[in-house]
């Protein structure tokens, strides 16, 4: 059994910063990518960051530069560095892992507002 446990949600005003955790239990495939998604109400679910077992990182056009995803292999965390929030970053924030008997395992999604 993988679990996701998510921290860092919340609401931010435009410009600021907030960090989101991914801590992860069970048997989690840690040579694979590990990563964020987001969902907006009414928008379909789109990839924000993932980041390899070597740290390689990978980015939405939309984040670039204003985001940054780490990992902790030794924990089986992962990070987002959220920093120039906009209100249109506001989303469910899902982080994802691979389970080593295959698929993929979900966090539960915090909620992230940016508004004034």
């Known amino acids: 059994q993988v679990q996701l446990v998510e921290s860092g949600g919340g609401l931010v005003q435009p410009g600021g910063s907030l960090r989101l955790s991914c801590a992860t239990s069970g048997n989690v495939f840690s040579i694979k990518p590990m990563g964020w998604y987001r969902q907006a109400p009414g928008e379909q679910r789109e990839l924000v960051a993932t980041v390899s077992s070597a740290g390689s990182a990978n980015y939405a056009d939309s984040v670039k530069d204003r985001f940054t995803i780490s990992r902790d292999n030794a924990e089986n965390t992962v990070y987002l560095q959220m920093n120039g929030l906009r209100p249109e970053d506001t989303a469910v924030y899902y982080c994802?892992?691979?389970?080593?008997?295959?698929?993929?395992?979900w966090g539960q999604g915090p909620q992230v507002t940016v508004s004034a």
């Open positions: 994802f892992a691979w389970r080593a008997r295959g698929g993929i395992a």
